[in-house]
């Protein structure tokens, strides 16, 4: 079997408010669709995070040069080879000519790694009819869920955090996950003690800074944050300290400390675990790496004694930590408001039930694109 063809397709669409979160806002869901086509009539599907996806989209249709006649089944060597592309490798032959792929847009060749690695994943599944989840090694195929959100929202003032969070338990959700960072300490414990009040005592609360703070101000916050009994305090720090001083977070906190959603590979993650104390990994698949990198950074988590907790994307990721030995839950987006793209892009995907991720038996990553969605929705 041979690659023949790779195809990106940018997707945006329009939220109804911007959400702010600790360090950044937003007022459009986006994603990236990736096609990997071959030669015996099989095509992988990825779904990526939609940021650079301009950049991402061209250099997927470049990267054709590369890997078009390899084999799908050898994720390794595909993973290399574009890989390779971000070293000062002498080989020529295996680098693309386009000044796109330069040392600025490292971040966007991950990106677009991912997309080829996942797709060569649900190609994978396909050829052996089995489910991702199954062809790791899984043993089940229902995964705890938390729902994100208490986000800050510009269509409500007043936060509305009650209302959501009862929604969620409607939902069946036993774990909810809130913003931090974006207000004072004092508007924040406000915010953190409403949806501890409204969730009750047994439900998991975790908490994302999204990088809004400097050691000391991530201290003040989880000192005054900790009689809500947080599950988890997730990327606390500024982007400029987020190792070592993160290291010096955990030492001073009882309370996990979660991060990785924001790392380009494994050798990152490797200093998360080493020098910044995390006890729950979150690297996300979908935004660099792709499944190849996710189970090196889940094979070293586990030897040190690290979670896998899941980043966006639950029908790919569920898969991934079904079948990791410390995979232990999946980050969705139930509320269509907030993600349009998962409720209405897809015609067959996992289903999120009683607060729980259920992957189907369909091989590969198990989804289908609605295309008329990606048609109407497509940038540029």
Not at 145 to 166: C, F, H, I, N, W
Not at 264 to 276: F, I, P, T
Request: aromatic fraction near 10%.
């Amino acid at each position: 079997m041979k690659i023949t063809a790779l195809r990106a397709h940018p997707v945006s669409v329009k939220l109804p408010a911007t959400f702010w979160v600790g360090n950044s806002s937003f007022d459009t869901a986006s994603v990236v669709v990736v096609e990997v086509e071959t030669d015996q009539g099989l095509t992988g599907l990825a779904t990526l995070h939609g940021r650079g996806m301009k950049i991402v989209c061209q250099m997927v249709d470049e990267l054709q040069a590369l890997i078009v006649g390899m084999d799908p089944l050898a994720h390794e060597a595909i993973w290399a080879r574009v890989f390779d592309i971000t070293t000062a490798s002498p080989d020529p032959a295996h680098k693309p000519k386009s000044a796109l792929f330069h040392a600025d847009n490292r971040a966007q060749v991950m990106t677009a790694l991912a997309g080829i690695d996942i797709g060569v994943w649900d190609i994978k599944g396909k050829a052996f009819n089995l489910p991702v989840w199954r062809l790791l090694g899984g043993d089940t195929r229902v995964l705890p869920a938390y729902v994100t959100g208490g986000y800050y929202r510009s269509d409500k003032p007043d936060g509305g955090l009650r209302e959501e969070m009862q929604s969620y338990l409607e939902l069946g959700y036993t774990g909810m996950k809130i913003k931090v960072g974006a207000a004072s300490l004092a508007d924040d414990i406000k915010r953190v003690a409403e949806v501890r009040a409204t969730i009750g005592p047994d439900c998991q609360m975790m908490l994302d800074g999204n990088g809004a703070w400097s050691l000391n101000e991530a201290i003040a916050a989880i000192d005054a944050f900790t009689e809500f009994k947080p599950t988890w305090f997730e990327e606390p720090l500024h982007w400029y300290d987020s190792y070592r001083a993160l290291g010096k977070l955990a030492g001073h906190t009882s309370i996990p400390i979660a991060s990785g959603e924001s790392e380009l590979h494994a050798w990152n993650c490797r200093d998360l675990v080493d020098l910044g104390g995390v006890r729950i990994m979150q690297f996300d698949a979908c935004r660099s790496g792709g499944v190849t990198e996710w189970l090196r950074v889940a094979a070293y988590c586990h030897l040190h004694g690290v979670r896998m907790s899941t980043h966006h994307e639950p029908h790919i990721h569920g898969h991934l930590a079904a079948a990791a030995p410390n995979g232990w839950n999946v980050e969705t987006f139930p509320n269509a408001e907030r993600d349009p793209i998962f409720a209405n892009m897809y015609t067959n995907r996992a289903q999120i039930t009683g607060g729980k991720l259920l992957l189907n038996d369909e091989p590969g990553f198990g989804f289908t694109i609605d295309w008329d969605f990606v048609a109407k929705y497509k940038v540029g």
